[in-house]
């Protein structure tokens, strides 16, 4: 069994910057990623990272945020800079492995000011 628990979520300002963590027990993962899902909207693909470091990111994130992940230590992170009101959503870990899906619970990310 996959538990994924996330943190580092909460509240910033417009421009501001947080950083997100997943860490990862049970099994290490192959491809790891961060969907994030806003009220009234379905849920979208953040950014995804593959075992070996290829990373992929939705146009409205590029150049904004940057997806890693420590391997040894199971754990991805998602470093968010330049936040706008719009990122503000429910940010979910996702980590996949023989075919099946693996989802945290969801970290709150509000930018407002």
């Known amino acids: 069994q996959v538990h994924l628990v996330e943190s580092g979520g909460g509240l910033v300002q417009p421009g501001g910057s947080l950083r997100l963590s997943c860490a990862a027990s049970g099994r290490t993962l192959n491809n790891m990623g961060w969907h994030r899902q806003a009220p009234g909207k379905q849920r979208e693909l953040v950014a995804g990272?593959?075992?070996?470091?290829?990373?992929n990111y939705a146009d409205s994130v590029k150049g904004r945020f940057t997806i890693s992940r420590d391997n040894p230590k199971n754990t991805v992170y998602l470093e968010m800079g330049s936040l706008k009101p719009e990122d503000t959503a429910v940010y979910y870990c996702?980590?996949?492995?023989?075919?099946?899906?693996?989802w945290g619970q969801g970290t709150q990310v509000t930018v407002s000011s």
């Open positions: 990272i593959t075992r070996t470091g290829t990373t």
């Open positions: 996702v980590g996949n492995l023989f075919g099946s899906l693996y």
